[in-house]
């Protein structure tokens, strides 16, 4: 729909030669990708090509075995996971992950508080009431304005995912990593995630995993496609989708 | 978004209202509760120590209900505190305020020193490092028969009076030495509140919650643990050092695993994760424990089968359960 924008030429991340092993598996190797700033570029493959290590090596879940990882010029492998919030960068789950006996409005509202006051045991936190508003704003953005006072864990799954999104943003980055969205959401639930990953690319960037090819082709900038570890093919949806290699091992398969 | 907020509050229930305002002044009313037990308790020495056990259990439940981690070794922290107290009075001739500050600092740093070797370590292998830990210190202080006693114990705190601002307290008297401890355990409750409520306090419930999701937001979940472990330790410490002053003694029991066992039935009993649930836990542990043991002396039996049935049938807690909720 959108997807023909020229391309924009500032990388904010970057890996160079990253590969991961565990114990003798090697899981992902030797991947060298840039992500121009301001796009969604959606990570696709078929199940276990890497697509989630490669995840996590972005947002900082563990580091790489080999190779480097620079986000916005700055060389950021095996940082702790802590601190990828704090330099801009956020993800959510592919499982989905809240906070589950906290109010829908206080799992964002601590999200806002990592970022401004971890560490002060003596003010109340009712008076830090700009977050208050602030997680307001956010949950009205990801249309759980509704759900306000509820404890997450009575949400739907759909309004969960999208709380995990509210949550992730709540770190203001500059860069949102999303690992498979739309998992287990119904064809209604993933209209609406589709609707507002675009509204959120407005102003941010967003690297996308997803199983599912069909989902992303529409909304991406650019599309990665790994198969056993490998980076097979990279390029436009249009590229990808007419990738000889990409077909055989993807498209051929009927299941997308 | 106003008119949301408005129904919002409109539609709040006077019960809702009345658990708000509970909430925002639990440490006033825990406070009253405390001043006007002694009229309803006629055995003060024993409310002496369900004062000093509930404090004791406060500390526990910042680690094992708001964080989530459940400690075995804070029989070390509880210990330390009145064993520096109690060489601060013994062998340094320190004014009571001195050795009871010695006494926090002293849960303060024992939690420091087992939180670092045991706070990366979750679940049962926590609980397993932080006994391990502790039976450490046990030993520490059993063979350092010259500064604590060893076997018999530290003897000889004999604070008969307390001196404040030239007024003489006299700390014999049961009642007197009751509001005199009461003060300092009501000041540790209105801490403790303000720790919960604090930015620090949504931190440590976002630990408990979701250990992935709080490290993906951007905290240090290593850190947070450990502080909270430090704290702990501090309020422990004082009700150590409260308890030495109580006893005049202090038993070696006191760093016994036993009673890092005890301490987690009380909590457990009252309601883990909520403010007031630790008071009620010691008090109703306390005097279960006075009651039966007249009755016969196989009192454990019969304490042992409540706890089973209150952890069965009110998983919540006595607390826990009356409140509605088992938070807060």
Redesign the interface.
Known sequence: MMAVAEPAREIILRTRGVGKTFGKFVALNNISAEFSKGAITSIIGPNGAGKSTYFNLL?GGFPPSRGNIEFEGRDVTGQ???????MGI??S?QIT??????TTH?NI???L???V??????????R?RELVEQA?ELL?LVGL??S??RAAKTLAHGEQRALEIG??L??RPRLLLLDEPTAGMSPEETRTMMDLIVKLARERTVILVEHKMKLVLGISDRILVLHHGELLAEGTPQEVRQNEAVKRVYLGQREH | ?TE?TES?KQSQTSAVGWYEFATRHRASLAAAAILIFPLIMPFTALAVNILIYGLYALGFNLVFGYLGLLSFGHAALFGTGAYLCGIAVVHFDWPWYAAIAAGVFGGLLIALLIGVLAIRTRGIYFAMVTMALSQCIYYVFYQAVDWTGGENGLRGINVRTIDLFGLQIDFINPLVRYYAIAAFVIAALFVMS??L???????I??VR??E??????????T??RL?TFV?SGGFCGLAGALQALHLSIVPIEMLHYETSGLVVMIALLGGMGTFFGPMIGAAVYLVLENLVSVWTVHWQLIVGAIFIACVLFFPAGIWGTLIGRG?R
């Not at chain 1, 006051?117 to 009712?126: E, H, L, T």
């Open positions: 947002c702790p996971q802590h601190r990828f919030a704090h956020a993800k789950f992950s809240v906070f589950p006996q906290l206080e509202r601590v999200g508080q990592a970022l006051s971890r560490y002060d045991i003596w003010r109340p936190r009712a830090l307001d009205a304005w509704e306000r006072d949550m992730a709540a770190s | 978004m949301a919002i303000r720790i409520a604090s930015p620090f306090g949504a931190a419930e976002a919650e979701n992935m999701r709080a490290r993906a937001s951007g905290y240090d979940v850190l947070t502080l704290l938070r």
